[in-house]
């Protein structure tokens, strides 16, 4: 189970320790339904909604999403790709990148970064001649300088955020402190 800790109170709009629960249950399963949040948190089920509504309205929570077997898709190889450009125009170029699009390829990721690399790409792929497509097609994105590409031989543990069950931390005055379940 997680404990919030360290929330920020006191100021109209700021998230309190019951929004802070409700977000990390719907991370956990963002098809946990108003009534079962209600039972975890002992709240009333339209207090539920009204909150989760609240959320939705202040562009806290975005959306919902599915874990996906990405295998199961059709895309078992994950590249991670750094991208440096030699344009002023970061936008422009990480717009052009991200409109890049192949059959058997899906960008999961685009960061714009600092240090020596300017842009942080993820991507789902079906073969290993698509990634060289793909990276094909990067480079030929004007302003786009070099690339440097990572595979993953296997997934530790994916990213939370995109598999719908990460608990929240540090945002929004949020800090978790995870604990065993008892």
Wanted: aromatic share 4%; hydrophobic share 40%; glycine share 10%.
């Amino acid at each position: 189970m997680i404990n919030l800790v360290g929330i920020r109170t006191g100021k109209e709009g700021d998230l309190d320790d019951l929004d802070g629960r409700i977000l990390n249950l719907l991370l956990a399963d963002g098809r946990m339904s108003h009534e079962q949040i209600a039972k975890e948190i002992h709240l009333s089920r339209p207090a539920v909604f009204e909150r989760i509504k609240r959320l939705e309205a202040r562009g806290v929570i975005r959306g919902y999403g599915a874990r996906v077997d990405w295998e199961a898709l059709g895309l078992p190889l994950t590249a991670f790709v750094w991208i440096r450009t030699n344009s002023g125009n970061c936008d422009d170029v990480g717009r052009q990148i991200a409109e890049v699009r192949l059959e058997g390829m899906r960008l999961e990721d685009l960061h714009r970064v600092t240090g020596e690399w300017c842009f942080f790409a993820k991507y789902r792929l079906a073969t290993p001649t698509v990634l060289q497509l793909v990276i094909d097609r990067v480079r030929q994105v004007p302003g786009v300088q070099n690339t440097l590409t990572t595979i993953a031989l296997s997934s530790i543990e994916e990213s939370r955020q995109h598999n719908g069950h990460a608990p929240l931390s540090g945002a929004r005055g949020l800090a978790l402190l995870a604990t065993p379940a008892t």
